[in-house]
């Protein structure tokens, strides 16, 4: 055992990664993107997983968040999808994957980001397991330090690194969930939409959650616990607070001063396949 919740997991290697986004954002037409006809219409389906990043090549976003994840360590992927999304299931039943293993997992109806985490309970089999948005591309240093952490963890990212080496705007950023973390390096509090007031009262370096977690057992039954929230969705954040102040869990929160690339939209498609130019896809 490492000091302060730390060991050496190897054995972890289990990521979730929640691919079933309905993509309103990226339906929208939001200024002037420069998009191919191939990302044109991916944008206009919605399904952000299954961006093409590089058209010649064929290669999806998805495929570069996953070969992330593999150089993280993780060698089984489960993918949370929708049961209309085909597509994504056969593009990955169509490769010849070597690094990973990719099984499916489905969620039945777009209920939030919780009901996307529960719809692996049993890909997890009561193993601890990463867990992360499918729209963002995550420095693998990040996930594979989940990997090291004795129980449940997030991967909080400093405020000026996502502007110093990412795709979000500042004005952008400010609407992200930051994170109070108490003295022992444990998170306490995901803050929503926070106001400026809330920023300016918190810790230097102020960190941004962006959904890049080590979950164990005890998250499920946090998600089956929670209500819907005031926008009807059932929010992981929310079941990340109940876990901590209903059922006594600890968080361990890593900060990294590390971009991560967001593709919301579709003004984010080229900034976002600028920055993986150059990145080989190697699952």
């Not at 499920?220 to 005031?230: E, L, N």
Request: hydrophobic share 45%; net charge negative; aromatic share 6%.
């Amino acid at each position: 055992m490492l000091s302060d919740g730390l060991m050496n997991t190897a054995k972890m290697d289990k990521a979730v990664v929640l691919a079933r986004g309905l993509g309103t954002r990226m339906r929208k037409h939001d200024g002037p993107a420069r998009l191919t006809a191939e990302q044109s219409a991916a944008a206009d389906a919605g399904v952000k997983p299954m961006m093409p990043i590089d058209p010649t090549a064929g290669r999806p976003f998805l495929d570069y968040l996953l070969t992330a994840v593999a150089d993280a360590g993780y060698r089984r992927i489960c993918l949370v999808v929708g049961p209309e999304q085909e597509a994504v299931r056969a593009h990955y039943r169509g490769l010849a994957a070597q690094r990973v293993s990719i099984e499916f997992a489905v969620q039945a109806e777009p209920r939030g980001t919780a009901d996307a985490v529960a719809a692996a309970e049993e890909f997890a089999a009561g193993e601890h397991f990463l867990a992360v948005n499918g729209d963002n591309y995550y420095p693998p240093e990040a996930m594979g330090a989940m990997r090291k952490l004795g129980g449940m963890g997030l991967a909080a990212f400093e405020r000026d690194g996502m502007l110093a080496g990412g795709n979000v705007s500042p004005d952008r950023l400010g609407k992200f969930a930051v994170v109070r973390i108490d003295s022992r390096g444990y998170l306490t509090e995901i803050i929503e939409k926070p106001a400026p007031d809330v920023i300016a009262g918190l810790a230097e370096p102020v960190c941004v959650s962006m959904n890049c977690w080590r979950f164990g057992p005890a998250i499920f039954t946090a998600c089956r616990a929670i209500p819907p929230s005031p926008r009807g969705e059932l929010e992981i954040t929310s079941a990340v607070q109940y876990a901590i102040d209903e059922l006594g869990e600890r968080f361990r929160a890593l900060t990294f001063a590390l971009p991560v690339l967001d593709l919301s939209s579709r003004s984010d498609v080229e900034p976002v396949a600028r920055r993986l130019a150059g990145v080989e896809v190697d699952l």
